[in-house]
């Protein structure tokens, strides 16, 4: 489900467009063992990492932290993820 979710953000397809979100459902589905998302994911994660300031990544991926925190209707409550991207975020 991951996955399919992923691509849908990712393209906008029958959701609005949101590369954040499309990283979160990524991520998951790389957590699932799903190996073709890996790239994807990565390649999102690099271009937030690389086309923005230190502190804009910071704030994105707080964002994201966030948004796993308090779950919102794209994005699922997720106190594991709340976690890893708070670390990315602070770590980056």
């Known amino acids: 489900m991951g996955l ?3 691509v849908l953000y990712n ?3 029958g959701v609005e467009k949101d590369d954040l979100v499309s990283l979160y459902w990524f991520d ?8 073709a998302a ?24 707080s964002n994201l932290s966030r948004r796993c ?11 594991k993820k709340a976690e890893y991207w708070r670390r990315v975020a602070e770590d980056n």
């Open 4 to 6: 399919y979710l992923a």
């Open 28 to 35: 998951r589905a790389v957590d699932n063992h799903c190996k």
């Open 11 to 13: 393209a906008g397809a």
């Open 38 to 61: 890996k790239q994807d994911r990565d390649g999102i994660f690099n271009a937030y990492k690389n086309n923005f300031t230190a502190e804009e990544f910071y704030d994105i991926m």
């Open 69 to 79: 925190t308090s779950g919102d209707e794209d994005i699922p409550r997720d106190a």
